[in-house]
T-cell receptor, first 111, second 113 residues
Framework: QKEVEQDPGPLSVPEGAIVSLNCTYS??????FMWYRQYSRKGPELLMY????GNKEDGRFTAQVDKSSKYISLFIRDSQPSDSATYLC???????????FGAGTRLTVKP | NAGVTQTPKFRILKIGQSMTLQCTQD?????MYWYRQDPGMGLKLIYY???????DKGEVPNGYNVSRSTTEDFPLRLELAAPSQTSVYFC????????????FGNGTRLTVT
């Protein structure tokens, strides 16, 4: 079993849809949770981060962490074609050198 | 301010050849990392460095070597390339090494045939 599981998709939605992206994990020591966005042929860039459980909102993006279920989510409201990218979840227990990444979900938002 | 710069963008190697992937950052970050990204596998940490002269192994270090002689540069050396090293390699840096965002370069696509 992988330490971090993420459905690779691909996921295709119409413009304006609400998108839900998810990851599950097995290591209960993880306490810092991140979402990175990766455009084609580019490096990942940080989108959202949360510490421990709870919700965090930034514009059209909401990150949720449920440590009791070992489940994290990223919601995108009013999705735009420019949101088309691969979304990577990442998490660490203490330092960035122990960070674990999900395989990434490829999202396409169609105009 | 260029951020993290990786060269080359693409490379094809024959089995047994060696090469160095270059990485440089201009953000004065102490922490630097090398990852490889394979389809369906997520990013895996190869080596990392917490400052000039200090390096340590990550999750998948076999077949690679690194050095860190300056704050800015963190080259990754492949000795005796093997097909299993076909991947996309990303260099990253961050300021504190803990709870801070990683800044990634745009990667080097390496094929070993």
């Amino acid at each position: 079993q992988k330490e971090v599981e993420q459905d690779p998709g691909p996921l295709s939605v119409p413009e304006g849809a609400i998108v839900s992206l998810n990851c599950t994990y097995s290591n209960s020591a993880f306490q810092y949770f991140m979402w990175y966005r990766q455009y084609s042929r580019k490096g990942p860039e940080l989108l959202m981060y949360t510490y421990s459980s709870g919700n965090k909102e930034d514009g059209r993006f909401t990150a949720q962490v449920d440590k009791s279920s070992k489940y994290i989510s990223l919601f995108i409201r009013d999705s735009q074609p420019s949101d088309s990218a691969t979304y990577l979840c990442a998490m660490s227990a203490l330092d960035n050198n122990d960070m674990r990444f999900g395989a990434g979900t490829r999202l396409t938002v169609k105009p | 301010n260029a951020g993290v710069t990786q060269t080359p963008k693409f490379r094809i190697l024959k089995i047994g050849q060696s090469m160095t992937l270059q990485c440089t950052q201009d953000m004065n970050h102490n922490y630097m990392y090398w990852y490889r990204q394979d389809p369906g596998m997520g990013l895996k940490l190869i080596y990392y460095s917490v400052g000039a002269g200090i390096t340590d192994k990550g999750e998948v270090p076999n077949g690679y070597n690194v050095s860190r002689s300056t704050t800015e540069d963190f080259p990754l050396r492949l000795e005796l390339a093997a097909p299993s090293q076909t991947s996309v390699y990303f260099c990253a840096s961050d300021y504190t090494g803990q709870y801070s965002p990683l800044h990634f370069g745009n990667g080097t696509r390496l094929t070993v045939t």
